[in-house]
Nanobody, 119 residues
Framework: VRPVESGGGMVQPGGSLNLSCTASGPILRLQRMSWYREAPGKQRELVADIPTYGETNYGDSVQGRFTISRGNRQNTVHLQMNSLKPEDTAVYYC??????????????WGQGTLVTVSS
């Protein structure tokens, strides 16, 4: 299974971007899909999380500005980012947890997409 991210780029402060992630491969049951980010010199942190069953979760710094949602395409999630700030600059990674056809619980990461917020 390979998560593929898209939608990163450069935007001015106050602007918006929409990230997408699609997980392709032998997924029997999707457990959750999440977005994390890693800024230079900082640890990777949770941005938003959407489990198959349960409520969405957001990091404190993005609450009220970012929205995670499921896409129409299977095993796809979107991250709508509004009111972007320079401190949102980071590489954004898609995380997928799933059960495969051998009933193994597996976790995979995408390669990341860079978001730069700068004037």
């Amino acid at each position: 299974v390979r998560p593929v991210e898209s939608g990163g780029g450069m935007v001015q402060p106050g602007g918006s971007l929409n990230l997408s992630c699609t997980a392709s491969g032998p997924i029997l049951r999707l457990q959750r899909m999440s977005w994390y980010r890693e800024a230079p010199g900082k640890q990777r942190e949770l941005v938003a999380d959407i489990p198959t069953y349960g409520e969405t979760n957001y990091g404190d710094s993005v609450q009220g500005r970012f929205t995670i949602s499921r896409g129409n395409r299977q095993n796809t999630v979107h991250l709508q980012m509004n009111s972007l700030k320079p401190e949102d600059t980071a590489v954004y990674y898609c995380y997928v947890a799933y059960t495969d056809f051998e009933l193994r619980f597996l976790e995979v990461w995408g390669q990341g997409t860079l978001v730069t917020v700068s004037s």
